[in-house]
């Protein structure tokens, strides 16, 4: 099923607030990709590489980070307007 057209998309359903299939949808258009790691990691490079693989594969819409001085993974994210 395509669903790219939702990607970053909200989707509003008379079901609401009970689940349903528009749930589903929401679900499979929207990939959230938690990044978390050691404080000791420095291979922003190959954090990039993995993350630039994964969204070929499948288009990230969101990263989840934890706390740093300077986030890679945002760093990531906003040059590739996610």
Do not use: Q
């Not at 589903?24 to 993350?51: C, S």
């Not at 990263?63 to 890679?72: A, S």
Request: hydrophobic share 40%.
């Amino acid at each position: 099923m395509d669903v790219s057209g939702l990607i970053g998309k909200s989707v509003v359903c008379f079901c609401y607030p009970n689940p349903c299939r528009g749930d589903l949808l929401i679900a499979k258009a929207n990939f959230r990709v938690v990044v978390f790691g050691g404080r000791n990691f420095r291979d922003i490079r190959l954090l990039h590489d993995v993350l630039d693989a994964v969204h070929g594969r499948r288009k990230i819409t969101c990263i989840i980070e934890g706390k740093r001085r300077e986030p890679p993974a945002r760093e990531w994210a906003e040059d590739r307007g996610v």
